[in-house]
């Protein structure tokens, strides 16, 4: 748990002191006929050139540090729902100039339309584990408290 506060704080404070709490900024890089900003682009780009070498390294090891093992998805195929759901998420960034790691972290400018868009988004996250996962939240939570369990 501590390990978790720990990573999302220091993604969160990436996040901020790059600027992408701000949605102004994702908005400006998807205006290419407007005024264009490359900053996304630079913050992504610097995120790939640190995440790509360390994912190699760290999935070297049996096991992760803190856990038992690591928790990759294992599907591999392009299917209809991944178009569907990544054409879904693109409209909703391009829309509101968020993504959830953003979003959340910029839960602390206290802005309305933050606190509107994670609540939509926390919404939708529920509503899709409804009409798509058979065990919905409630099972979800009760097989990771399984999991945690049978972990140790």
Not at 25 to 39: E, I, M, N, Q
Not at 44 to 62: C, N, Q, S, T
Not at 134 to 142: F, I, N, S, V
């Amino acid at each position: 748990m501590l390990a978790a506060l720990v990573s999302g704080s220091l993604f969160g404070a990436g996040l901020a002191v790059s600027g992408m709490i701000n949605p102004e900024k994702v908005l400006g890089f998807l205006d290419l006929a407007g005024r264009w900003d490359p900053t996304l682009a630079f913050v992504m780009g610097g995120a790939l050139l640190v995440a790509l070498p360390a994912f190699r390294l760290v999935l070297r090891r049996e096991s992760p540090l803190l856990a038992p093992r690591f928790d990759l998805p294992a599907k591999r195929e392009v299917d209809a729902r991944l178009i569907l759901g990544s054409a879904v998420f693109g409209v909703g960034w391009g829309l509101g100039g968020f993504c959830p790691g953003p979003a959340v972290a910029a839960l602390v400018t206290g802005r309305g339309a933050v606190i509107a868009f994670v609540l939509a988004m926390l919404a939708g996250m529920a509503l899709h584990s409804l009409l798509f996962e058979r065990e919905g939240l409630a099972g979800r939570a009760a097989a990771m408290r399984g999991r945690r369990h049978a972990d140790g």
